[in-house]
C-alpha cells in the first residue's frame, strides 16, 4: 500500500453554499444508534485540534461500526489497512459543513476544529485577512443549476 497522505493543512472548510443554515446545530441521531456526523461531531467538539483528516475517518468508522474493544486491540492495524484500500469522502463532503452549519479548520499539523457559523472565529477564517488559510466551500448538497 502507497503512503498517501490525506489530510489538509492550513485550511478552513466553509458551510457549503446553498446551505440556508444560520446558525449551527448539533447533527441528530437515529433511532438504531449515532449517524456519521454526529460521532464527528462529539469528536471534534471534545477534542478540537486533536485529529487529522485521515485519523478522523478511522476513528468514525470504529465507533459508527461498534467495533468492540477486545476485537480492535487484536485487528486495529488489518482494520484500518482494510478501511484505506478504498478511497473515502473528504471533510468538504462532511454533513457537519454541508447541513448542520460547522466551519472546519485544519492546522499546521492538518488537526480539525469545527467552528460554528455564527461564532466570530469562523468569521475571521472566513475573512482570512493573513493569507495563510486556504478557503474552501464545503460541497454542496445538490448540484448546482445552470
Same mark, same amino acid.
Given at each position: 500500500?502507497?503512503?498517501?497522505?490525506?489530510?489538509?493543512?492550513?485550511?478552513?472548510?466553509?458551510?457549503?453554499?446553498?446551505?440556508?443554515?444560520?446558525?449551527?446545530?448539533?447533527?441528530?441521531?437515529?433511532?438504531?444508534?449515532?449517524?456519521?456526523?454526529?460521532?464527528?461531531?462529539?469528536?471534534?467538539?471534545?477534542?478540537?485540534?486533536?485529529?487529522?483528516?485521515?485519523?478522523?475517518?478511522?476513528?468514525?468508522?470504529?465507533?459508527?461500526?461498534?467495533? #468492540?474493544? !477486545?476485537?480492535?486491540?487484536?485487528?486495529?492495524?488489518?482494520?484500518?489497512?482494510?478501511?484505506?484500500? @478504498?478511497?473515502? &469522502?473528504? *471533510?468538504?463532503?462532511?454533513?457537519?459543513?454541508?447541513?448542520?452549519?460547522?466551519?472546519?479548520?485544519?492546522?499546521?499539523?492538518?488537526?480539525?476544529?469545527?467552528? #460554528?457559523? !455564527?461564532?466570530?472565529?469562523?468569521?475571521?477564517?472566513?475573512?482570512?485577512?493573513?493569507?495563510?488559510? @486556504?478557503?474552501? &466551500?464545503? *460541497?454542496?448538497?445538490?448540484?448546482?443549476?445552470?
Amino acid at each position: 500500500m502507497t503512503n498517501r497522505d490525506f489530510n489538509y493543512y492550513q485550511t478552513f472548510i466553509t458551510v457549503a453554499p446553498d446551505s440556508t443554515i444560520l446558525e449551527s446545530m448539533i447533527p441528530p441521531s437515529k433511532k438504531d444508534g449515532k449517524t456519521k456526523a454526529l460521532i464527528e461531531y462529539e469528536l471534534l467538539i471534545h477534542h478540537p485540534y486533536t485529529f487529522t483528516q485521515e485519523e478522523m475517518i478511522y476513528e468514525v468508522h470504529i465507533r459508527h461500526k461498534e467495533i #468492540p474493544e !477486545e476485537i480492535f486491540k487484536q485487528r486495529g492495524t488489518e482494520i484500518r489497512d482494510e478501511l484505506f484500500q @478504498k478511497s473515502h &469522502a473528504c *471533510m468538504r463532503a462532511s454533513m457537519l459543513a454541508k447541513k448542520y452549519g460547522w466551519g472546519i479548520h485544519f492546522d499546521d499539523a492538518g488537526k480539525i476544529a469545527l467552528y #460554528p457559523v !455564527e461564532s466570530p472565529e469562523y468569521q475571521r477564517f472566513l475573512a482570512n485577512e493573513s493569507g495563510r488559510v @486556504k478557503v474552501l &466551500a464545503a *460541497m454542496r448538497s445538490s448540484r448546482a443549476k445552470t
